[in-house]
């Protein structure tokens, strides 16, 4: 099992469908391919998630239903149609796909098959089974328990009372893979009473440099909102280098991935410290970069463009 670890320091920080979601027109299984290595920056030969990406999700400890809505609404927000008024959640998870994922042989005859996120499943161990310290071995057996029988992304989610090996201390979230199942998983913990200055920054003052005042949370909730801005940067790594030889710069051992190599940015003129140039809702003085389904709003990590060999932000 090898994991891919998004360090605390490189974070400034599936898909909910409902029944006619799941229904509309006909599902294609995620697929695995291997893309033509002249396409894109930083690519290792191995391959990438694409086609219906299969989610389940396991919540793992006491969860409010409006943290679970502020997350599943995001997950909504992906492939949602209708789709949000632009800048949007969809068009965040389009730049993945058409930059990293689509098929040569599809950007090439202008097909316009696009890599979808379905909910699966969702299970709840809010009883804590395996206790509220959990080690990284435990992480992938939970995960083991929540994972498609078919291949696809195993979410959990960990509680803010729930501790996790090396949480806070260099890393706020994970995504990890069996390979021999053709599975992959991510595990993502709230951070709001545990380690907001490493793993909830924008939303709380950093632990280290400039304590400038913090940005208020678009959601109103600092840890589900620094949940979706982890969950955004793991699932970008995870389909687009789920094996650990997809895309990436750098070692191996240390990836940086399409989010995880744009440390910090979530919009243009960013740099240490600073978010970067965000809209702001005029009602609640929220810092936000992408709309969502239901009227949400969400800050997103910039992604990192192959083409330009620079983070791309979508404000």
Not at 133 to 157: C, D, M, R, Y
Not at 216 to 230: I, L, T
Not at 242 to 267: I, M, N, R
């Amino acid at each position: 099992m090898a994991f891919v670890c998004a360090k605390a320091e490189l974070l400034a920080a599936v898909m909910l469908a409902s029944a006619a979601q799941l229904c509309m027109g006909a599902r294609r299984r995620m697929e695995l391919y291997r893309p033509d290595p002249a396409n894109m920056l930083s690519y290792h030969n191995g391959a990438v998630l694409h086609g219906d990406i299969s989610v389940s999700v396991l919540w793992y400890g006491d969860f409010k239903p409006a943290q679970k809505a502020v997350i599943l609404d995001f997950l909504l927000s992906l492939t949602a149609e209708p789709q949000a008024a632009s800048p949007s959640v969809a068009q965040w998870w389009s730049t993945i796909d058409q930059q990293y994922l689509s098929p040569a042989s599809a950007k090439s005859n202008g097909a316009s098959e696009k890599t979808r996120v379905l909910l699966a499943d969702q299970l709840s161990d809010g009883e804590c089974s395996m206790g509220k310290s959990l080690t990284l071995e435990q992480i992938t057996a939970l995960a083991a328990t929540a994972s498609p029988k078919k291949g696809g992304v195993a979410v959990v989610f960990t509680a803010q009372d729930v501790t996790v090996e090396g949480f806070g201390m260099g890393r706020c979230s994970l995504h990890g893979s069996d390979a021999s199942s053709g599975t992959t998983h991510i595990w993502v913990g709230n951070p709001e009473t545990q380690c907001p200055g490493a793993c909830a920054w924008p939303f709380h003052q950093p632990a280290y440099g400039p304590q400038d005042a913090p940005l208020v949370a678009p959601n109103g909730d600092v840890g589900a909102d620094a949940m979706v801005m982890n969950f955004a940067s793991m699932l970008a790594g995870a389909a687009t280098n789920p094996f650990g030889d997809g895309y990436y710069q750098g070692s191996s051992d240390a990836p940086l991935e399409a989010a995880t190599a744009c440390p910090g940015v979530f919009g243009k003129g960013a740099y240490p410290g600073y978010a970067g140039d965000l809209r702001v809702d005029q009602a609640t003085g929220a810092s936000y970069n992408c709309n969502g389904a239901h009227g949400r709003k969400y800050l997103l990590p910039a992604l990192y463009d192959p083409s330009k060999s620079a983070c791309g932000t979508l404000v």
